[in-house]
């Protein structure tokens, strides 16, 4: 895991939030949970935009990996957007939780679904 000095974190926020008026260290207080409970939602909206922004190595090391775990809620999946890439943090949080796993998409339904995407059928006179 990526660490990074405290320096590199307000960077970080900085670029992550460059259209808020919050201030970066007041944020990085709340992402460690020093400022209480009384922040919650703070934190939690915090944390759907790091997901939605951030490089996985940059969000472990901002946050840490059971941060990650406690706060991956099916709320904070509703949350993020696009939908594509609340799938993939869906699965690499379900390998991190020891979760099963969904099946492989590339069985014969999945092959049905998508085969006349790419395939035209207009030569077909049948």
Avoid at 83 to 95: G, Q
Wanted: with cysteine.
């Amino acid at each position: 895991m990526l660490n990074l000095s405290y320096e590199e974190k307000i960077d970080l926020l900085r670029s992550l939030n460059w259209d808020s008026v919050e201030d970066c260290k007041t944020m990085l207080a709340v992402i460690e949970g020093q400022n209480g409970p009384s922040d919650a939602s703070v934190r939690e909206r915090l944390f759907v935009r790091s997901l939605e922004r951030l490089p996985w190595h940059y969000l472990t090391a901002l946050w840490g990996i059971d941060a990650i775990k406690e706060l991956y809620t099916l709320k904070c999946a509703n949350s993020i957007w696009p939908k594509e890439r609340r799938r993939h943090f869906d699965f690499a949080l379900a390998v991190l939780r020891g979760d099963p796993l969904p099946d492989a998409r590339w069985g014969t339904e999945y092959y049905k679904s998508k085969r006349y995407r790419f395939f035209s059928d207009r030569g077909n006179s049948s």
